[in-house]
């Protein structure tokens, strides 16, 4: 359970913490937002988080709330607060509070920051990571600038929606090429027949995963072959190992692709390592 929430300056009782009606994340989704593993009550690669929440601000023009100090101690308090070992931080900054309207608002409005912290079962992961998880494709209808990490998240929902009505866990967004994006919430992986690790390259189709950035770290000190490419539907559907990456689910197996087994039909060999061994790279907080 999440027990106490951090907005705007305040540590409040989860039922009693909100923002204003006329908050600019709630009306435009002008708002960007991180999540981060929690693991031993520590906060997972805060590092590489807090860069890639600066440079969202900086694109969208959004003041920062706070030093990055302060918002270390914001984040550290809020996983103490809630008693949290293993588990994730969420953490949201919009523009702020102003009369509807579509341009920035004039003069000092502060941003609204909002931190929670929330505990995942361990167990259930580790047997959803043994189980592997089902993958549905869906058409990527998402902006231009996906390298945004904005709480504008619709597309996401809706893709995701449709891959659990088709008895999946997570959406593979195709664009228009029939090139496979991202995860509707993760980064997307294959491995090759010669034993390659194939992702899409960063840019502005893909949010630059943390989880993505420290696998490359944990495949150079590996040596694991890497080929940075966009990868088809089709490509995919014949590999011999898939997986997702994301702060949620470090590593997760991707076993079946709109119902089509990938490889064995079981999680690969070399995805399982990957997800033993990820830890040994990602920084962990103090
Ligand atoms: N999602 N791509 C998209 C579209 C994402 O939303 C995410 C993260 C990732 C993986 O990024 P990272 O490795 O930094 O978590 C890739 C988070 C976990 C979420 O929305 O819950």
Redesign the pocket.
Known sequence: MTRVVYVNGRYLPYAEAGVHVEDRGFQFADAI?????IRDGRLV?ET??MD?LERSLGELAIAKPMSRRALGLVMREVVRRNRIRTG?L?LQVTRGAAPRDFPFPQGDVTPTLVCLARRVDDAKREARAAAGIAVATQPDI?WAR?DI?TVM?LP?VLAKEAAAGAGAQEAW?VDSAGFVT??????AWIVDGAGTLITRPTGNA?????????LLDLLSREKIPLTERAFTVEEALAAREAF???????VMPVVSINKVPIGSGHPGTLTLRLRSIFHQVAELSH
């Open positions: 937002y991180e999540v981060c593993e690669d590489r988080h890639r994730l969420y998402r996906c990490k998240l996401a967004l991202e995860g509707a919430s993760s980064n893909i949010l630059p995963g943390v989880t993505r950035r420290t997702i990456t994301s702060a949620s689910g470090t």
